[in-house]
């Protein structure tokens, strides 16, 4: 009998100490398990964190990068053109004979205000950290008409005659202005061109037409307004190859304005 209850008395400690251990080993299971689930549930929001600042970053990158234009760049081209519009003001003058031997004083005449336009194109030949300079081609076309009056040696006077000056011409010139004074540019350069004189009127006795060839020099100041328009002044020497009778006016001035494209 007493063996049987010292018998039941070891299971009953036995039993108690088995459920105390699994309740421990339990317990300490789940907080190693929770610890785990907590420390690896960190770690992935911290990766997460970081891909999504590397994935922010890289659209920053890549959105950057996307505005680059793959193509190569095209290099602009060197040589200008130019459109100028000028006037001056112009007195016919000299002598003509016309075909019906009668005599025109062109001395007679009043100063005209004579308007004009030039073509051309220039092209940059030397530039350093003082000077720039370039080279230009540029043609010519002024023109006046004006009204004047003939006296034919019997006394009588054409009141109804109109007299029209056309200078053509082409000007080689050399450009030149300094770094500093970006805005300023000095030209020179040759003249070479026609002369027409041409008087019309319904009485055929008084009308003409003659031409002579012409050449000089010319000096022009550019004053830059903007970019691509300039203010010009011109000042030019021209004079006649060949032709005693006819005269061209030696001091010309002119006033326009000018862009580049």
């Given at each position: 009998?007493k063996m049987?209850?010292?018998l039941?008395l070891s ?8 459920i105390?251990f699994?309740?421990a080993?339990t317990?300490?299971?789940?907080d190693?398990?929770?610890g785990?689930?907590?420390s690896?549930?960190?770690?992935e929001?911290t990766?997460?964190?970081?891909q999504k600042k ?7 990158v890549?959105?950057m990068?996307s505005?680059?234009?793959?193509r190569?760049?095209v290099a ?10 000028t ?5 016919p003058s000299?002598?003509?004979?016309s ?6 004083d ?6 005209t ?6 073509l ?9 950290d ?5 080279i230009a081609l540029?043609a ?5 008409n ?5 006296v034919?040696?019997s006394?009588y006077t054409?009141s109804?005659?109109?007299l ?14 300094a ?7 000095m030209?020179?350069?040759m ?7 041409t008087?019309?009127?319904s ?6 037409s003659?031409?002579?060839n ?12 903007s970019r ?5 002044t011109n000042?030019a020497?021209?004079k ?5 009778s006819l005269?061209?006016q030696?001091?010309?001035y002119?006033l326009?304005?000018?862009?580049l494209?």
């Open positions: 009998m049987v209850q010292h039941a299971c009953l400690v036995a039993l108690s100490l088995t105390v699994s309740t080993f317990q300490s299971f789940a190693i398990s929770n785990s689930l907590r690896q549930a960190l770690m929001n990766i997460s964190e970081n590397n994935s922010i970053t890289d659209a920053r890549e959105g990068l505005l680059k234009d793959p190569l760049d602009t081209r060197k040589i200008k053109y130019t459109a100028q519009l006037a001056q003001q112009f007195k000299g002598k003509v004979r075909d019906l031997n009668y005599n025109f062109l001395d007679k005449s009043y100063t205000l004579m308007p004009g336009v030039a051309g194109f220039k092209v940059p030949t030397y530039s350093n003082t000077i720039k300079t370039n540029t010519r076309a002024s023109y006046s004006q009204a004047t009056e003939v034919f040696p006394g054409e109804e005659v109109r029209s000056t056309l200078l053509l011409g082409v000007n080689p010139s050399i450009g030149l202005s770094q500093r004074f970006s805005w300023l540019e030209n020179l350069g003249e070479f061109g026609d002369l027409n004189y008087q019309t009127s009485n055929d006795l008084a009308t003409f003659k031409h002579a012409y050449r000089g020099w010319n000096m022009a100041f550019n004053f830059e307004v691509d328009w300039f203010i010009t000042y020497q021209r006649l190859n060949a032709n005693d005269q061209l030696s001091n010309n002119e326009g304005t000018q862009i494209w």
